[in-house]
């Protein structure tokens, strides 16, 4: 039964996102068959239910439309390519146990991304709630593509199209309280509720059908093959593998956040785990599955899983009867979605997506901190402005950049004794004893090749203002690691002290980070020591005896 | 006197350079004017001279070689462009203050570049000592493209190549130790050794041209046209800039990097500073000069400002005599250098690359760690079988990816109470009090993009595996950062926990962060509190007066 219910309310979302990918409507049903069965053997999520979504298709529409391609053959032929190289790539991060690369999307980057695409699939949809032709893959292309056909209105699409849409707001806000209120159970409205979508598709068709409309020009589905899914390879042209291979990375990456972040939130809902790199396995091999039945890229998509985890979804048992039911349609029902206008279709993914429109992102960021800001402005708006792939790199890219850049300028004190102790404190924050010939610097951040280079600035610079200096020892408590590109800039500060008569020393010097340097020839050439710890450095290199350390207030 | 021997020992180099980047000789000596000027100007260093280099020239090649232009003028303006954007670039960053950017070069990534690049310069500098055709722009290509010509090596051609070869690096390595042993000055005997180039070219160009060997089939420099630099801007043809963006990029940032670290290592020694964003500056402004002046892109060179620093330059003034020199050898010298015959500046090229070329990197980076061995492998690889734009790009890629997964897995210790004590320590190293019903996280880093999610799963995971629990509390001593992709999985975290019946409690969290949090919802939603100290967390979650707190050795 709740089998039986998920199917009957996925086969529009199911042609509608196919239509929305570019491709012929049976592709939407082929890519909700095999890989559910894929997902259930594999997953580790009772709840979640893989197949076309909206995001994902709007990127294979991308991808593919990129390509310029002449026949709709040729455009199934690479969303098959587009779905295999997707499932390789998902497949093999799980088996590399990669999924950390999917954190490199930080949330407000998908937030701002998910809020662009929705935008651009809600313009992109106009043009059939119209009855017009208009197409571009930017915000501005499809505008202005819009603006220059709005003359070829047909109106009888326009009345189904927006009457569709009206009907199905009001089903998503207006028709529960209804219901409950005419004094149904909760979970009754609920089912009908989800139901809205099949009742405007089977009221418009049939309407459709009995005034002939399609002869007033409504654009209408057509014939939708009949029949289970052609299995077969994806072609093997090697030029066009290469072509979608960034598109499939990107598609990956964002499928794989968006049905791990469904999958948890409905796992806690019942104290339940997700495995994230068994997830990887699960959506590689669901995608392949999608690529050997003539299907598009998939994942697991929040719609469908809610309704799947309400109809009670307990095991993955459900998602292959959920398949069985798919295929029964298409191998019954199809002949009976002929009518059925597109603008219908149109209304169905416009309220969907309008719900994933969420600009609020932006004041909460700008709110928050400037770097999220940054990020999430830079993926919207180029998103919009020059495509879903531009969009979501430069966020990517935007984060990565200022988190290094934040952490490329880690906080160095220069450090004195409190008298009468073995501390060594800040000489801006406390009072504490220093020797103009000894110039003490704690860094707090481990030394990598991003603040490698400020180090070096940093000391050289101080080092070449105080003409009494002749020790530099650097009180390394407080550092973690140091990679290569440090230990050269070690080497590097090591030299150039020397050359302007300045030895270097370490102090306090961790464990591990001791055993890596013992590894290099670093601990040879040092001009300086290696103390045990500051008050040791101190006390060896104020000892020669000379004038006495000086006491200065911070 | 100084500016007269540099002027000489530059002439070589700089038409080397030029034919190295697949432009006519005189275009290397017109970069070799103008931007010595510029860098006089607004340089920090007081040695460091600006030219043409070889990495920097190969990119050019590269670059250039891409575009497929048919005739030697349109290659000329394509590096003029070149050598324009990249003026644009760093004046930019300069004025911006990114210099930061160039820290994404780590020193194994540009190692392995420098080494990468030096034989690849080398291997197409073959086919002149040779005298046969061949190109290709990886290795690979160029060994294959060597093999295919050689029936059709040139005996003359050979044998000068080869003497010249064998001469340089004699006079490299053998000849200050013969000079000295002669009882020469040190001082002299440097001069000598760096006038080594100029004796081959004087003597190789003499051999051709009283013997004919022009005729014999050794490939000459030919015509140089006698004159200054025209000046002019660059073509503004969009496409051909938007073409040029990125290797640009990568131009500016390698050129940055090379020139900073020649200019540092030469004012350590004199206990001198230098200003990195001026440097920008005046690099930039060198660029630009080089682009007005029909040159191409310019950078601070290792060998031309040691020659300036031993040759006493101790102003910027210097480099304005140079600029005059080499301006009047462009004016009277350049129908001497018809005969040059370009086997022996293939010589000096691979003499000089040969220094650079360094593969115990490997080695070092292998015994060193395994993240800086796969940066260094990945940028010689790709650098050898792909090209230079590809090659640093992905050592860049490379380094910042292994970064962000060292980071992207905090160190996260679960913590007990010390007993007797306010002490909150790990589990597993101490002897600890804690209670079933509570759990207590400490992260020992700050939260942010990368591992926001990686704490998610730690967290649920956890506690799903307790089914006693009713409070998680994070303990936030060491985090100094929470950006926005981490609060958004605190908030996550808060509601599965919720969904399972646990509150999450945050103590000991510094100022800086709670000023964020306050700005935002999270404190109004959390279910659970802020405690200031983790002692009174564990006060107040374990006062209930249920069972008492449960001692467990670690």
Request: aromatic content about 6%.
């Amino acid at each position: 039964m709740a089998a039986a219910i998920v199917t009957i309310m996925l086969i529009p979302q199911s042609l509608a996102y196919a239509l929305l990918a570019g491709l012929p409507p049976e592709v939407g049903l082929y890519a909700s068959i095999l890989p559910l069965v894929a997902y259930a053997i594999f997953g580790t999520s009772r709840a979640l239910a893989v197949g076309p979504v909206a995001v994902i298709s709007l990127m294979t529409a991308a991808a593919v439309g990129g390509l310029g391609l002449a026949t709709p053959a040729e455009a199934i032929a690479a969303a098959v390519v587009l779905a295999a190289l997707s499932g390789l790539i998902l497949l093999a991060m799980g088996l590399l146990r990669l999924g950390f690369i999917a954190n490199l999307l930080s949330h407000p980057v998908i937030a701002g991304f998910i809020t662009a695409s929705g935008i651009l699939i809600a313009l992109g949809q106009l043009k059939s709630i119209l009855g017009i032709k208009a197409d571009g893959e930017t915000a501005p292309e499809l505008l202005a593509s819009l603006a220059r056909h709005v003359s070829e209105i047909n109106l009888p699409t326009v009345v189904i199209g927006v009457a569709a849409t009206g009907f199905l707001f009001w089903v998503r806000r207006g028709l529960k309280p209804f219901l409950l209120g005419l004094g149904l159970g909760s979970r009754a409205a609920d089912i009908a509720t989800k139901a809205g979508p099949v009742a405007a598709i089977a009221v418009s068709t049939l309407a459709v059908w009995s005034l002939g409309l399609d002869k007033a020009g409504v654009a209408i589905v057509g014939t939708v093959p009949t029949g289970l899914p052609p299995l077969g390879l994806p072609v093997l042209d090697p030029g066009l593998w290469r072509d979608l291979l960034v598109p499939a990375l990107i598609i990956s990456l964002i499928g794989f956040v968006e049905s791990v972040s469904v999958a948890q939130t409905l796992a806690a809902k019942r104290r339940q785990r997700i495995v994230p790199d068994q997830e990887l396995v699960a959506l590689g091999a669901s995608n392949l599955a999608s690529a050997v039945s003539g299907g598009f890229p998939v994942t697991g998509g929040f719609a469908r899983s809610v309704v799947n985890f309400d109809a009670g979804a307990e095991t993955p048992a459900a998602g292959a009867f959920t398949a069985i039911g798919i295929a029964l349609a298409t191998l019954t029902l199809t002949p009976l979605l002929f009518f059925l206008p597109k603008a219908v279709l149109a209304a169905t993914i416009i309220v969907a997506v309008l719900g994933l429109v969420d600009l609020s992102i932006l004041r909460r960021a700008w709110a928050y901190s400037l770097p999220d800001f940054l990020a999430v402005a830079a993926t919207i708006g180029i998103t919009l402005l020059v495509g879903v792939e531009a969009g979501v790199s430069s966020g990517v890219a935007v984060s990565i950049l200022l988190f290094l850049w934040r952490t490329s300028r880690p906080h160095i004190a220069e450090v004195g004794r409190v008298p009468g102790t073995e501390h060594f404190r800040n000489v801006l924050r406390h009072v504490v004893e220093t020797d103009p010939r000894v110039l003490t610097i704690r860094v707090d951040e481990s030394l990598y090749f991003a603040n490698a280079r400020y180090l070096e600035d940093y000391v050289l610079d101080r080092a070449a203002r105080s003409t009494d200096l002749r020790h530099v020892v650097l009180l390394c408590s407080a550092v973690n690691d140091i990679d290569m590109s440090a230990l050269e800039s070690l080497e590097a500060i090591d030299q150039r002290l020397a050359s302007m008569g300045v030895a270097l020393h370490l102090s306090e010097v961790k464990g591990p980070v001791t055993d890596k340097l013992a590894r290099t020839t670093f601990l040879d050439h040092l001009s300086g020591q290696i103390f045990l710890s500051q008050h040791e450095a101190m006390a060896a290199l104020t000892a020669a005896g000379e004038s006495p350390g000086i006491r200065r207030v911070g």
